[in-house]
């Protein structure tokens, strides 16, 4: 099983300390733990000061008098799109390359920061020809093209939000998060590669757009996949004919600290996807000290390269504002890891030179099980440090990771932190700690974490709890969009008897003797499938919406190569029973979860049962299920209405 379980991480004994010649040329020194233990509020507003460029600088550092809503640094303005940006130019820099760009089928572009700057700044004038303005949400849909980048800069260089939408999510997905933020604009392609062929993107845009009224005025297309795309006079401009036309210039004005800078959803307990918003300030001064301190980087020298989608938060923050912010070189690549080859991100690694390298352990498990005379084939000496997220690292995955890719002595940063949470929380710093294989290590400086029973005391070493964070943080979630009470409940209430607020995260956690995090996995309806977040109940909804569907349970099955998978358990409405074989229906749900919510939620096996266990008051035993998606023995069943179901379940899958 690749998640850790506290036995097989007790016994986990390598240690590896950071050579001499990395920590003598180390970015981050000790005495950042020491002056955040002295002052952790002043600290940020060092790390403000140091990171940020204030149009207008601010006197108040944390305002947490109402909580759980925080103000951080809020009467200081600024623009991100010119810390991204303008600044670098301003300071000479504007001739470096800010992304190198590859596309899945070979072609690639140099994009210095010069003229990412210029290219924002037409994009800019181009949307407020447009209407958009400071208040109004941009959504944007697009495969990992550079346009991608710069629709989110300009969009926040107008003091605007925006919403970025996985391209691999439904039109249905789309529609749902278009509506709740009332987005004004679409940014969208006409297409995407990916495993060499062209993905349609304009089309659910159309689709999501085609019924009722909606708030969306304009939709903006990037002519990337040369198809065929419907168009609605009016309503769809090309991006091109737009940039072409919009003005050079473009004075980036400032905005409060606390203007909001993107909402992004994720799943939760309950099947709505949360709207989480970031605002401006506090999320760039976390999302740069991280950057630059947990991933060493030397943005002269250094060749960075994460490869997450800017659809979800590893891409907001660690390949827009981080990287950019700190005028890091970095690589953007388009495609998946094996197209159109199998050594294809280590043929991009020895192209770049990339020196940098973040990724996620379900990737790195894909390439162990290839075998590493695939990475051996390649150049890989310009790496110096490895990163690793979006789930827990198992130590044989990291042990390969270091010495196949990371030539034996690359530190490997595990970093823990969530779509809520902004930017990374925990983490080594890798001139500073001597590394624990999968074990995530230590909280960033400036950052509280605790590890508390269900009764909210302390555990001690070496028992497991749940993972609070103690102290708001400069990166925090400013709430969910449209719902405080939600964000109250979900996020503050579970701990509520303590003394201090306490962000639940969901994590279970365990502490060594060391004071090292070691993570263990959700606690709720949360799973997590290739380090991309999928709520139980939302695939559940999106199985009884089909009409031969009774009723449906949904579990995260324990799975070698994406740590979890998603597994259901569907009775069919009686007149359908006997109408298809099981095969053809759960084919079908297949495909119809993949049309509802997007083709990474499509369940891994459907199993077509006659019952499903439930509890004397109704509740349905999901733990039971997993044991049968996990073939392990049955657990215990006695709180079962019906004891008989689960022998039936099983009976009829053997
Ligand atoms: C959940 C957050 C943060 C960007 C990617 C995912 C899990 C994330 C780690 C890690 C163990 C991890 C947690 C967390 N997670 N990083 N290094 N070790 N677990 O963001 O979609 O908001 O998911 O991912 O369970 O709660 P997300």
Known sequence: MPSNSIDSLLHESRRFAPSEAFSAASEASADLYTSAKEDRVEFWADKAREYVHWHKPFTETLDWSTPPFAKWFADGELNVAYNCLDRHVLAGNGDRVAIHWEGEPGDSRSITYAELTAEVKRAANAMAALGVGQGDVVAIYMPLVPEAVIAMLATVRLGAAHSVVFGGFSAESLRSRIDDASAKLVVTADGGWRKGKVFPLKAAVDAALANGESSVTNVLVVKRGDNEVEWTEGRDLWWHDQIEAAEPEHEAQGFPAENPLFVLYTSGTTGKPKGILHTSGGYLTQAAFTHKNVFDLKPETDVYWCTADVGWITGHTYVTYGPLANGATQV?????????????????????????????????????????????????????????????????????????????????????????????????????????????????????????????????????????VSEPWPAMLRGIWGDPERFKETYWSKFAQLEGEQYFAGDGAHVDEDGDIWLLGRVDDVMNVSGHRLSTTEIESALVSNPIVAEAAVVGAADEATGQAVVAFVILKSNQEHAQTAAEASALLRQHVAKEIGAIARPREIFIVAELPKTRSGKIMRRLLQDVAEGREIGDTTTLADTTVMQIISDKLN
């Open 332 to 468: 953007l690549y388009e495609g998946t890891p094996d197209s159109p080859n199998p050594g294809r991100w280590w043929e991009i690694i020895q192209k770049f030179g990339v020196s940098i390298f973040y990724t996620a352990p379900t990737a790195i498990r894909s390439f162990m099980k290839a075998g590493r005379q695939i990475p051996e084939q390649f150049d890989l000496s310009s790496i110096r440090v490895l990163g690793s997220v979006g789930e827990p690292i198992n130590p044989e995955a990291w042990i390969w990771y270091r010495d196949v890719i990371g030539a034996g002595t690359a530190p490997i940063v595990d970093t823990w932190w969530q779509t809520e949470t902004g930017a990374i929380m925990i983490a080594a710093l890798p001139g500073l700690t001597t590394l624990k294989p999968g074990s995530a290590q230590v909280p960033i400086p400036g950052i509280k974490i605790d590890i508390l029973g269900e009764d909210g005391t302390r555990v001690d070493p070496p028992n497991g709890g749940l993972l609070v």
